[in-house]
């Protein structure tokens, strides 16, 4: 390796592409007809005016990718302009780009160019006026606010448009979602509530039946086996009577919810098409690659041959890991591809099924600049995902490794270590 950097550069947009070539062909029109924005100004030739309006036509393909690049050339393009018979193309091209630097740039820049274009027209008009002394110069100053500060001011009235758009949609999510975690929580509260009298009332009526078992087989007359066993009976049917009520509404109060409460890996095909569907807008898209029987996955799915199982405990680990991941993926990551790396280690010698070794989870998402407003977060999903991995004695660890933000979990597959 020589050390060289690469730049690469993203192709550019369509609707740039177009953009580029009308203003350019429109320019090319203009200067066919000898329609000039500045005619008294012969100081190079006619030609020259050509130059700029090309160089700022294809600056246009990169309106969206480098910004500030483009708007810096832009600027050195319409000052070589002034010493031209000019071109009225080069001037509306040069707007696009200041607009374009206000909503693709970068946030500091965005809130900088209105500013800095607002005081350029005031100090420019102010000069005209001080040195030409006429009413006309006003004009200067005028021209000189349409050019810059007009742009700029309507790119950054549509940023903040679309960046309160993105926050009220966020904030709606985050409502919804924790409308649903509220509902979740309040039933498998009433759930576990009801498993609680369960257990309750079958204790009451077992402990009856074996005390009065006991009397029966203890002491020998007639009358208390005949007066033991009634009540043995009587506790059995009140029991199953019992069980049966509170077992029907255990499962009216779970239908549909068995994926929800008892996820598992086999679901993880499901919840990343979710993710890319979410996703999409933001120009992120989702992999899977499982490689637990030590041959890749297709993207996108779980494939493959059938894999032996794992302890309930694990998979349910492993599957909030990665849905907590991906959650924080379309929060927070910059667009790109992010990958979800399954994989499952064996002690030496093999070892029963779905025992000994480890599982291993691996989230990968771009780490760098992303379009718009972050989600605003509190950290509590890493550190729900570090007490999951540590309930199963496993090892935990998330963090930046250059362009790309990686959550790792280790889950050991060893049932003597599932304490959860």
Request: charged share 20%; aromatic share 4%.
């Amino acid at each position: 390796m020589d050390g060289s950097v690469t730049l690469k550069i993203p192709p550019p947009h369509r609707d740039d592409v177009l953009l580029a070539g009308g203003s350019v062909a429109a320019g090319l029109f203009l200067w066919s007809l000898g329609v000039h924005s500045s005619p008294g100004r012969d100081l190079l030739p006619a030609w020259a005016a050509l130059v700029p309006l090309l160089v700022l036509g294809a600056m246009e393909l990169l309106r969206r990718s480098l910004p500030r690049v483009t708007l810096a050339v832009g600027t050195a393009g319409l000052i070589a302009d002034q010493f031209t018979v000019g071109n009225l193309a080069t001037v509306l091209i040069f707007t696009d780009l200041m607009y374009a630097a206000v909503v693709y740039g970068k946030p500091a820049m965005a809130r900088r160019l209105p500013v800095q274009t607002g005081l350029i027209t005031v100090a420019v008009t102010i000069a005209a006026v001080a040195w030409l002394r006429t009413p006309q110069a006003l004009l200067i100053g005028v021209v000189t606010g349409i050019v810059s500060f007009g742009p700029a001011l309507t790119g950054a009235t549509l940023r903040n448009h679309r960046e309160a758009a993105v926050a009220a949609r966020l904030r709606a999510e985050q409502t919804a979602l924790l409308a649903e975690m509220d509902r979740s929580q309040a039933v498998l509260a009433e759930r576990a509530r009801m498993a609680r009298e369960l257990h309750d009332m079958v204790a009451n009526h077992l402990s009856a039946i074996a005390i009065h078992s006991t009397a029966a087989l203890s002491i020998d007359s007639p009358a208390t086996s005949r007066e033991a066993l009634g009540v043995i009976r009587e506790n059995s049917v009140q029991g199953l009577a019992e069980m049966r009520r509170l077992i029907g509404l255990l499962r009216d109060a779970g239908a549909g919810q068995e994926a929800v409460a008892t996820p598992s890996l086999d679901g993880l095909d499901a919840l990343l098409e979710q993710a890319r569907t979410n996703g999409a807008a933001s120009g992120l898209d989702f992999v899977l690659r499982d490689d637990r029987s030590g041959e890749a996955a297709e993207a996108g799915g779980i494939r493959g041959p059938a894999r032996e199982p794992l302890p309930a405990p694990v998979e349910l680990a492993a599957y909030r890991i990665v849905q907590e991941s991906l959650t924080n993926a379309l929060k927070h990551a910059a667009p790109g591809t992010v990958t979800v790396r399954l994989a499952r280690d064996r002690p030496a010698g093999g070892g029963r099924v779905g025992g000994g070794g480890a599982l291993h989870v691996v989230v990968e998402s771009p780490y760098g600049e992303r379009p718009g407003p972050r989600a605003p977060g509190s950290g509590a999903g890493l550190i729900g995902m570090r007490e999951r991995t540590e309930l199963l004695g496993g090892a935990f660890e998330a963090g930046r490794a250059d362009a790309v933000w990686r959550v790792r979990a280790t889950l050991p597959v060893e049932e003597e270590a599932v304490r959860a």
